[in-house]
């Protein structure tokens, strides 16, 4: 049996591919497979034309990210596959296909406290089959990676005490070691997000992490330029904007070559918790075409469900993905300074 992983590039993405190997080596999809393969898209762009793909597989399983249907089943067919697993914990339309099982219990209305990130659903999920020390730090990096301190707002953060106190990590200290598993998408680099995975295999404990050096030294480069980034929205020239309903929305462009714009806008929006925060980065480029693509984030935490947010960015020919409270978009050359107008006069409107 061959088995691929198609997992997202961040902290959650990287650990449920991990307890992936973990799982699928303790047979829990059948007989352990001769060959598993990891494969991230191109970081930044949710399309699965940027996958790298080689060889025939009989199962693939798609870990924290989803594509649509059509794209899903074409994958599978390019592959050769019998089987297709999705675990997600995304806002997205449910794929009902013969031989396609869709395991996402928050399009099925439970509720996100209880399944904080993919790892966590992975780890429940197959709770009966496998208990390992190693599943646990898997699946709790992962929570911590996607929730960061909003975790302890969670009942989730009980199980990640539990398992800090274990360890004997503090929180502070267990936010750096998501930051060092983050820093390979940060830095934009493919390959460094597929070794991550094998890293985090070995790794057994948190701690084992923050030895990484490769990771230190990236992770030390990332930050430099978040910082940079977040005290440039600040002393740039306000740009906002009041909804509707009377709610402010902040925006701020950034130009940027790492992909960090979902820490800054996390920052930005923590220190504006009264606001809508939107995000622009076009200093984004694709490595061989020289077009740039603008990304796009927004993040509130005000009560707000964003997520037809989403619907929106896909009519206009984004592509675009997020929860009720963050969207991420990515647009186009083409659609970028159009589709920025009519997101503002969505917000204006809906919001
Ligand atoms: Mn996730």
Redesign the pocket.
């Known amino acids: 049996m061959r088995c691929l992983i198609v997992h997202?590039w961040?902290a959650?993405?990287i650990s449920s591919a991990a307890l992936l190997y973990l799982l699928l080596r303790r047979g829990v999809f059948g007989e352990p497979p001769a060959k598993i393969t990891n494969v991230t898209p191109k970081i930044g762009i949710y399309s699965l034309k940027s996958l790298r793909l080689q060889g025939d597989y009989d199962l693939v399983i798609f870990a924290?990210i989803c594509f649509p249907k059509e794209e899903v089943l074409r994958l599978k067919r390019f592959v050769g596959a019998e089987e297709l697993w999705i675990f997600d914990?995304h806002v997205q339309e449910e794929i009902q296909e013969a031989s396609v099982t869709h395991v996402n219990p928050i399009i099925k209305g439970e509720s996100r406290e209880k399944y904080p990130?993919?790892s966590w659903l992975l780890a429940e999920h197959f709770r009966n089959y496998v208990t390992l020390p190693h599943c646990e730090f898997l699946k709790v990096l992962?929570a911590v990676g996607?929730l960061e301190g909003g975790i302890k707002k969670t009942k989730a953060y009980q199980d990640v005490k539990r398992f800090l106190d274990g360890v004997n990590m503090s929180f502070e200290e267990f936010l750096h070691v998501v930051e060092l598993v983050d820093s390979n998408y940060r830095v934009g680099c493919n390959e460094c997000v597929e070794d991550a995975v094998l890293k985090l295999l070995e790794a057994e404990k948190p701690q084992d992490v923050l030895k990484v050096k490769e990771w230190r030294e990236r992770a030390e480069n990332v930050r430099a330029e978040i910082e940079k980034c977040v005290s440039g929205c600040n002393e740039q020239q306000k740009q906002e904007i009041k909804t509707a309903s009377g709610c402010n929305v902040l925006i701020c462009e950034l130009d940027t070559r790492l992909h960090i714009i979902s820490a800054v806008t996390r920052r930005l929006a923590a220190a504006n918790p009264e606001k809508i925060v939107v995000v622009v980065n076009r200093g984004f480029e694709m490595e061989r075409e020289q077009d740039s693509f603008v990304q796009i984030y927004v993040r509130t935490h005000l009560a707000l469900d964003l997520t037809p947010l989403i619907q929106l960015c896909r009519a206009k020919g984004c592509s675009a993905g997020g929860k009720p409270e963050v969207v991420g978009v990515v647009a186009s050359p083409d659609v970028g300074t159009d589709f920025l107008r009519s997101l503002k006069e969505f917000l204006t409107r809906n919001f």
Do not use: L, V, Y
Request: hydrophobic content about 10%; cysteine-free; glycine content about 20%.
């Open positions: 997202h961040d959650d993405g924290d914990h990130s993919a992962g996607d």
